[in-house]
């Protein structure tokens, strides 16, 4: 858990750094990602100024005896490195429901139980993106997700995302 706050406060003194470049004001699309489970994410940005916004998504992971929806916000700082390419990164937290199957065993008969529990996390962002000449910003980002209240656990969410910029 130190690890994750001196992140945070690492991220948040960097972005003080930020240089002013252009960034979309408005940006909608979909991130596949994988994080114990493959699944799709609407995504929007919007920006809060010439080099911060704020990117929302709302995600679906499922696997074989389990699905996740959850909602994630995040605050990011863009640097430019050259041209159309952009690094950001930034913390942000969010909420989900997931539910699962539980199989018990009563003497060698096994039944199946849908069961489902509320969940909240912190995450952080840090990604590579290149904004074409035409409206469409395509990205690749790490996101460490720190459950809190259903899981002891770290997820590392790695995804690739194509989105539409008005």
């Known amino acids: 858990m130190k690890n994750a706050a001196f992140l945070i406060i690492a991220i948040t003194l960097l972005g003080f750094q ?26 929007y940005q919007r920006a809060l100024g010439d080099s911060n916004r704020l990117e929302l998504g709302l995600a679906w992971h499922s696997e074989r005896y389990w ?3 959850k909602f994630t916000g995040i605050y990011q700082w863009v640097w430019n490195i050259d041209g159309g ?19 018990y065993d009563d003497d060698y008969s096994y039944y199946r139980n849908k069961d489902s529990e ?10 590579l993106e290149y904004s074409f000449d035409f409206p469409l910003l395509v990205s690749f980002d790490f996101r460490p997700q720190v459950n809190l209240n259903y899981r002891d656990d770290v997820n590392f969410d790695v995804g690739i995302s194509a989105r539409y910029q008005f």
Do not use: C, H, M
């Open 85 to 103: 390419f952009n690094w950001y990164a930034g913390p942000g937290l969010g909420a989900g429901i997931e539910s699962y199957d539980r199989y």
């Open 18 to 43: 930020a240089k002013a470049q252009e960034i979309s004001k408005n940006a909608i699309g979909i991130r596949l990602s994988e994080s114990n489970g493959f699944g799709p994410e609407v995504n």
């Open 67 to 69: 699905d996740d929806v």
């Open 118 to 127: 509320a969940f909240a996390f912190f995450t952080g962002d840090v990604g």
